[in-house]
Structures are given as C-alpha cells and as structure tokens.
C-alpha cells in the first residue's frame, strides 16, 4: 500500500474561486485533484490531502492567522501519516501576496527547506515538488496579490534548479492547468479534474 501525501494550499483544498473576501467554498469530494488522482491511481494507493488555504511555505501571516506557516505544521502532519512513500508539495502561491515582498528565488529556497525539515524529520522515499500554477491580478484577490505577477518571474524555473539540487522529482503545473479569471488564483473544477489527470501519470512513474 503506497501512501501519497499532498501537502499545499487552497488548490490542493479544493477552494473555489472567489467572489467575495472571506467567503471560501470548496468544490465536493470527488472533483479535487487529490480525489481524481487517488480514483485514477485505483487501489493499493492511499491518497492524503492535506491543503490549506493560505498556506505559505515559511512565512507566518499576521492577517489571516490560523497556522499559515507551512514549516511550522510540517513535521506534526508529517508524523501524523508516516510511513510515507511519496510527498507531492505544492506551495508557493500564497508567498507572492504583497504583504510577504519575498522574490521567486526566495521562494524556491523556503521549498527546499522543507525538503530538508522532510527529510530530517521522516524517512520518506521521494518527494515531487511541483511549482504552483502561475496567478493573475483579478477580482477580489487583486489587492492582496498586488505585483505578484512581476513577483512570480521565473518561479518556475527557480523551483526546478530547488529539485535538481535536492534530487526530487520535478512538475511545472502551469504547463497543464491556468487559473481563473474569476480570481486569479483558484482553480475552477475542470483544472482539477485535468490536473488530477496529469498527477496519477507523475506519480505513478515515480512509485
């Protein structure tokens, strides 16, 4: 029994998109991408999904509050489900707000440390990193993620050099969804239902 671990943020939750701030609601069981991977995967896989919305990688944040700070949670959750056979980790998204002014550099090297609390904290067999799908400055997200769009150059890129030093697999997730127009952030259900898609072949091969 292979167990899958996904730790990221409200893409990974299955967070809508936004019409109003505050207002958070998340598509059903079944259409999140985790769920489509873990269908497409079929048994003999364990499929955990652990997303938060408004996760960062280290950053604590002071306005939203409730434990943010993915380094922080990171080895509970991680002790919480071992033995664990592959960690997919998807964030990212949440350092390009404004109120965190940290470059795509910055952010890549906050993956790699928590590749490295990984790995000291567990014995895990692979970690796929996968860079987060790029933002746009739309709707009620627009002010929080102010200039992330000039923020976010190069993210991509940054994260793959993050998983070649540290010998993780690598996914650039831009390359198969986009985000919506409603937000510039969320993923509507068709994103997660290809994207689910596209996972069970990434981590399948690596299993």
């Not at 999904?49 to 002071?62: A, F, K, Q, W, Y």
């Not at 937000?183 to 996972?199: C, L, N, P, S, T």
Request: hydrophobic share 45%.
């Amino acid at each position: 029994m292979a167990v899958i671990l996904c730790y990221g943020d409200s893409n990974t939750h299955g967070t809508k998109p936004l019409t109003q701030v505050g207002k958070f609601e998340r598509h059903g069981p079944g259409d999140r991408w985790p769920d489509v991977m873990a269908a497409a995967l079929g048994p003999g896989h364990t499929v955990i999904s652990e997303g938060l919305p408004g996760r960062t990688t280290v950053h604590d944040d002071v306005v939203e509050g409730g434990m943010r700070n993915g380094l922080t949670v990171l080895p509970a959750i991680l002790h919480s489900h071992r033995p664990i056979d592959l960690m997919v980790l998807m964030l990212g998204t949440n350092d390009l707000k404004n109120r965190f002014s940290v470059t795509a550099f910055e952010i890549a090297r906050s993956l790699e440390r928590l590749i490295v609390t990984t790995r000291n904290e567990i014995e895990v067999n692979d970690i796929l990193l996968v860079s987060p799908v790029p933002v746009k400055e739309a709707g009620v997200q627009a002010h929080a993620f102010a200039g992330a769009e000039a923020r976010q150059v190069g993210l991509a890129e940054h994260i793959a050099a993050a998983a070649e030093r540290q010998g993780c697999g690598f996914l650039e997730a831009g390359r198969h969804v986009a985000v919506s127009d409603v937000d510039g952030i969320h993923w509507e259900v068709e994103a997660h239902h290809a994207f689910g898609a596209v996972m069970a072949e990434a981590v399948a091969a690596r299993l």
